[in-house]
C-alpha cells in the first residue's frame, strides 16, 4: 500500500518547463512501478511515464517523448515529472499512480496537481 502526494503544478507558457513531484510513503517501494497520469478536461485518465523503483527502468508514452522525462530520488522517495517544451495541449490534472510489478491496474493515487499551459 502506497500513499501519494504529488505537487508541482500551475500556469506556464507554451514553451516553458515544470517539474512536478511525487513523494511515496511505503514500507518499501522496490515491488512497485510509479506512473505519471493526466486527464484533461471530459477525458479519461492517459499514462504519461512511469518508472520501476527498483531498477529505474523508464517508459516515456510516445506524444511527450523527448519533452517529458520521469525519474527517481531514492533517499527521499519521490518521483518526478520534468516536462519541457510545454504545449497547450499538456494542460491537465497530473496524478502520480503505483502498482505492484507483476500487476496490470495502478491501485494507489494522489489527488492531482494542476497544469495549465497558456498559450
Known amino acids: 500500500q502506497v500513499q501519494l502526494t504529488e505537487s508541482g503544478g500551475g500556469l506556464v507558457q507554451a514553451g516553458g518547463s515544470l517539474r512536478l513531484s511525487c513523494v511515496a510513503s511505503?514500507?518499501?517501494?522496490?515491488?512497485?512501478?510509479i506512473g505519471w497520469f493526466r486527464q484533461a478536461p471530459g477525458k479519461e485518465r492517459e499514462l504519461v511515464a512511469a518508472?520501476?523503483?527498483?531498477?529505474?527502468?523508464?517508459y516515456i508514452e510516445d506524444s511527450v517523448k523527448g519533452r517529458f522525462t520521469i525519474s527517481r530520488d531514492s533517499a527521499s522517495r519521490t518521483v518526478y515529472l520534468e516536462m519541457t517544451s510545454l504545449k497547450f495541449e499538456d494542460t491537465g490534472v497530473y496524478y502520480c499512480?503505483?502498482?505492484?510489478?507483476?500487476?496490470?491496474?495502478?491501485?494507489?493515487w494522489g489527488q492531482g496537481t494542476q497544469v495549465t499551459v497558456s498559450s
Open positions: 499512480a503505483s502498482k505492484p510489478r507483476g500487476e496490470n491496474k495502478y491501485s494507489s
Open positions: 511505503a514500507r518499501t517501494l522496490t515491488m512497485y512501478v
Open positions: 518508472i520501476t523503483w527498483s531498477e529505474g527502468r523508464l
